[in-house]
């Protein structure tokens, strides 16, 4: 059984790194990062400025005494970082894109996401930013692991969950975690394909 805990500022550096590893061939994060020279480096970067000023304090980010893997959640109600985080999230966000250029067109696909799952969970609800684990150690059970704590709190205050993923695969994973397809849609100018997925609160 994989020992999962909220995860604390301690842990950042090795989270980036493993969410680096993790989404190094996700389509969208490849869309995101481009191909720009040291894209590891500025995937890092992203993840370390995304978790510093965007993942409400750390809250509910979720990982293991070994870092094999992290879950990062919205809380209820929680739609991003405020201004001044935000302010100092875009340095390492638009090294992230490869420039400020670029960022702009990223900018949209990201509105698209975000219009859409307003859309589909108007109401407060846990959000699932980020489910990430060491490529060598994925089939172990440990993305299960991770979502669990939000899940069963979710249940328990009757609250949906909602994420978007842009490999096929792990919709089987999200489906066995009670999340439904909701959507799916191509991002705008882009080559991305995304299953957006809802999960209602269980009764049992």
Do not use: C
């Not at 859309?119 to 930013?129: I, K």
């Amino acid at each position: 059984m994989t020992a999962v805990r909220r995860a604390t500022r301690a842990d950042i550096k090795p989270i980036a790194a493993v969410l680096t590893r993790a989404f190094a061939h996700d389509p969208f994060y490849t869309y995101l990062a481009g191909d720009a020279p040291e894209r590891n480096q500025r995937m890092r970067e992203g993840w370390d400025g995304l978790l510093r000023f965007a993942s409400a304090g750390l809250r509910e980010t979720y990982t293991t005494d070994d870092h094999v893997g992290a879950a990062i959640w919205f809380p209820p109600g929680f739609f991003g970082a405020g201004f001044i985080d935000s302010l100092r999230l875009l340095p390492s966000v638009t090294r992230l894109a490869g420039g400020w250029r670029r960022l702009r067109r990223v900018s949209r696909a990201l509105s698209t996401l975000e219009e859409r799952r307003r859309h589909h969970v108007p109401a407060p609800h846990f959000y699932l930013s980020a489910l990430g684990v060491e490529p060598e150690r994925q089939g172990e059970g440990i993305g299960t692991a991770l979502m669990r704590p939000v899940l069963e709190r979710a249940d328990a205050l009757a609250q949906p969950a909602y994420l978007e993923t842009a490999t096929a695969r792990n919709v089987l994973l999200y489906e066995r975690a009670g999340f439904s397809v909701v959507e799916e849609l191509t991002l705008p100018d882009t080559d991305v394909h995304g299953w957006l997925m809802y999960r209602a609160p269980s009764s049992t």
